[in-house]
């Protein structure tokens, strides 16, 4: 079993600038792909970067140029730097791991970002 922890979360005005951080723990086997996904209310639940081991990483166009999402595979955690942040980028950010080759799907309990103008 994984577990997935975020933290990072918080308030910050328009401009500034906020890193997540997403530390797992457990098993981690045949792992394809981890990424940042964001949800406000009443809305679905959004892709914000991703990475795709041997692929790719990709960005929401919203946020290219300002996010960079990163991994450090020795501590087993995902990093979101999110730069010039703006109020639309306000949400509950949730990552994601998927491993065996899309059959297991885990996420983390999510962390309030929230920024004001």
């Known amino acids: 079993q994984v577990q997935l922890t975020e933290s990072g979360g918080g308030e910050v005005q328009a401009g500034g600038s906020l890193r997540l951080s997403c530390a797992a723990s457990g098993s981690i086997l045949n792992l394809n792909a981890m990424g940042w996904y964001r949800q406000v209310p009443g809305k679905q639940r959004e892709l914000v970067a991703e990475i795709i081991l041997g692929a790719s990483i990709n960005y929401a166009d919203s946020v290219k140029g300002r996010f960079t999402i990163s991994r450090d595979t020795a501590k087993k955690t995902l990093h979101l730097q999110m730069n010039s942040l703006k109020p639309e980028d306000t949400g509950v950010y949730y990552c994601?791991?998927?491993?065996?080759?899309?059959?297991?799907?885990?996420w983390g309990q999510g962390t309030q970002v929230t920024v004001s103008s």
């Open positions: 994601k791991l998927i491993m065996n080759w899309g059959i297991t799907h885990y």
